[in-house]
Every structure is written in C-alpha cells, then in structure tokens.
C-alpha cells in the first residue's frame, strides 16, 4: 500500500515583518493526485462504521423527543472537546450556567457554553438552512465560539490568521510543530474546501476522518483549531447523508485518548506519512462512540418507561402536573423551584409540591444536600446515561 505524504518541512527566510531559523509545514496538493489507497482492513472498518452510523441512525427515530437527546449529546461534546483544551468545568456546570440555577458557577463553563452556541449555530445553518460546508461557513463557527469568550489572548474570532502559530513549545524556533504560513495556508484551505465538495471515490467516513486531520494540520486560526475542527466532522457526516440527524459527535472519545489523538494527528502530517494510522483511530472512534450512542438510546427509552409507569400510579391531578414536567427534564435534566413554576404556572408551593412528589417518586434528587435556600434538582439517572464515567 503506497503512503502518502500530506506535505514537508521547510526553512522559512527571514524577512523585515517575520524572523528566520524556523521550519514550518508546506501542504502538498490535496487530496494527492494519485489519490489515497487504504488497506482492505481498513475499508473494512469503514464499512462497519457506517453501518452503525445508519443503526444509530434508525434507533433514534424511536424517540419522541430525539431534539432532547440531540441537545444532551451537544452539551456533552461541547463539554469533552472544551476539556481537550484545559476546560475544566463539567457538563452539569454547563447545565446549570444556561439556567442560573447555582452561584459561583466556575468562569471556564463559559468556554462550554460557547462551544454549544457554536454547534447549535452550524447545526442550523447546514441542516435548517442548508449552507455548504465552505471556508466562509467555517469562519462563522469560529465566530460563534470565540466572540466575547474567555480568552487569555487576542484570538481573531472569525478571521483566518495572517502570522504563524505554532503547536508545543514556547516559539516558531523550539516548537514541536509549525503549520503552514499565510500564504501555503491559504492554498492549502482552498485545497480542503474544493476537497470537501468534491464528488469522489473516497468513501464518506473516511473522508470525514481526513478532513478533520487536514483541518487541524493547516491551523488557520490563531485560537480555537480543535474545537473548530472537531465540529467539522458532525457537520460533514450530516452533509454526506450518513446521518438523518447530526447525532454523532467524537469529542468523547479524543477526550478518552487525548494523549494518541494527538499522537495520531501528529503522524497524519510526519515525513513518514501516517494517514492510515490517524484513518484507523479515527474509525476505531467513529464505531465506538456509534455503540456508545446506540445504547444511550435504549437506556433512555427504558428509563422513561420506568418514569412513566411510576407517574401513572399517582391520583389524577398529581399525574397531570408530573405529566408537564417529566418530558422537559429531558432537555433540562438539572431545575430549580423557578423552573417548575415557569413550565407549570403553578406558585412557588405548587412547583415546590410538584418537584417533592418527584423526589419521592425518585426521579429527582436535591443536587447540593447541605443547601436550604436555591437548591437545585437533579434527575441524576438520566445525567448518568450520558456520563464518560459510568
């Protein structure tokens, strides 16, 4: 099987606006003209990969609510992919920060929330609005997650950089990896847009795999590559009509193997030519979290089963309150007495009465024990499904 090398090292000269003595990366012409040529073993795991996107694909039609569960999984990708980059805050903290049901809420969260502002951004742009996946598009979503975020540098939110950047190390001279300057840059995103629309042999999955890494080898922005890059991969699988609902997401899955992600990523543009690597850890990850996310589902569905029966066993008038409330912890699994008064209409005494009827049903639980005024609740089964820990 023949390997091919995405680009080479090159000394770059000095000049009045940019010092010398460093080497970044040159993109060769993509894709290679000769194409690219995978091992059966890998079209193999290519071909199981997408038949589980099309599993997951038909189990999520089985939800009623499949935009709860759309929305649960976009917050934790946003969460995963956030942590990939120093975030610490959790998917709860997340939750909590978009309704204000807690104080001192962790200022990072802000990296998460943004990051769900983004997605949800992209998602309707290419799937309500249909807009191509095109460097402008790109350049919005970059937009969306980096405008008035934290940051502890200037990041250029929705602009292509003009000066290098570089990956590890603390400068262009002593980094482990500079990607290409301006102007290579720019030819090589020129390259991976037409790539992208391209009608071509390259079977779908994989070409989401080598976008993503093409992506990320380029590094167009000052700030914010992996995540933007990451979403890239959603939006692609959604546009190749591998999925009906954008309902996969990796982030997960690079967030368990953080370190051979970028090892992996890393070999994708080495002078050895790693492509087949990085394409087989990227199809391991695609069946993985395709399982991860079948099963979801079907505890989802038996939990709300269980849920049910138990709502059904209450007085008519208790059944009819927990009936409004039941379906909207699906998208908002964390409340507070607010929140029940604001889906119900009910006073404070009646949302409180609501949320203890719950509690003793247990379906929710109070989130901090120790707190007597502004608890939260939590309908902790749920949450769990979705957690990396479990």
Not at 88 to 102: F, L, N, V, W, Y
Not at 144 to 172: D, Q, V, Y
Not at 195 to 201: E, G, L, N
Not at 281 to 309: H, P, S, Y
């Amino acid at each position: 099987m023949k390997q091919n090398k995405i680009g080479t090292m090159i000394n770059q000269p000095a000049t009045s606006s940019l010092a010398g003595g460093f080497k970044s990366f040159c993109p060769n012409l993509f894709p290679p003209r000769n194409g690219f040529d995978f091992s059966p073993n890998i079209i193999k795991k290519a071909n199981e990969a997408t038949r589980l996107l099309g599993k997951l694909d038909g189990i999520t039609k089985l939800l009623p609510d499949v935009d709860f569960f759309l929305l649960m999984y976009l917050r934790k990708d946003a969460t995963s992919s956030s942590q990939i980059e120093g975030t610490m805050t959790t998917m709860i903290d997340a939750i909590e920060a978009e309704i204000k049901t807690a104080e001192n809420i962790p200022e990072d969260v802000d990296d998460i929330l943004h990051y769900i502002k983004a997605l949800d951004y992209g998602l309707r742009r290419v799937v309500d609005e249909n807009f191509p996946i095109s460097l402008r598009f790109i350049k919005e979503l970059h937009e969306k997650l980096l405008k008035n975020a934290r940051a502890t540098h200037h990041s250029c939110p929705g602009e292509f950089r003009r000066t290098p950047n570089w990956i590890g190390g603390t400068n262009l001279t002593n980094a482990k990896f500079v990607p290409p300057v301006a102007d290579d840059m720019q030819r090589a995103l020129n390259d991976l847009e037409k790539f992208i629309y391209a009608k071509d042999t390259t079977i779908d999955i994989i070409k989401a795999g080598l976008i993503h890494a093409q992506f990320e080898t380029i590094h167009p922005f000052v700030d914010g590559n992996g995540r933007t890059g990451r979403m890239l991969i959603t939006f692609y699988l959604w546009k190749a009509g591998l999925l009906e609902r954008p309902v996969l997401f990796l982030s997960s899955f690079f967030k368990k193997n953080q370190r051979l992600y970028y090892e992996r990523l890393s070999e994708y543009h080495s002078e050895g030519g790693g492509i087949s690597e990085w394409i087989n850890f990227f199809l391991e990850g695609v069946i993985e979290i395709a399982n991860e996310a079948i099963e979801t589902v079907e505890q989802i569905t038996k939990l709300r089963e269980q849920d049910v029966l138990k709502i059904q066993r209450l007085g008519k008038r208790a059944s009819e309150s927990a009936v409004l409330v039941l379906p909207r912890l699906y998208s908002q699994p964390v409340v507070n007495n607010a929140t029940i008064q604001k889906w119900t209409g009910f006073t404070r005494a009646g949302a409180q009465a609501v949320i203890d009827r719950f509690i003793n049903m247990g379906i929710l639980s109070a989130k901090d024990k120790g707190i007597k005024y502004g608890q939260a609740y939590i309908y902790a089964k749920y949450i769990d499904i979705f957690d990396d820990k479990k």
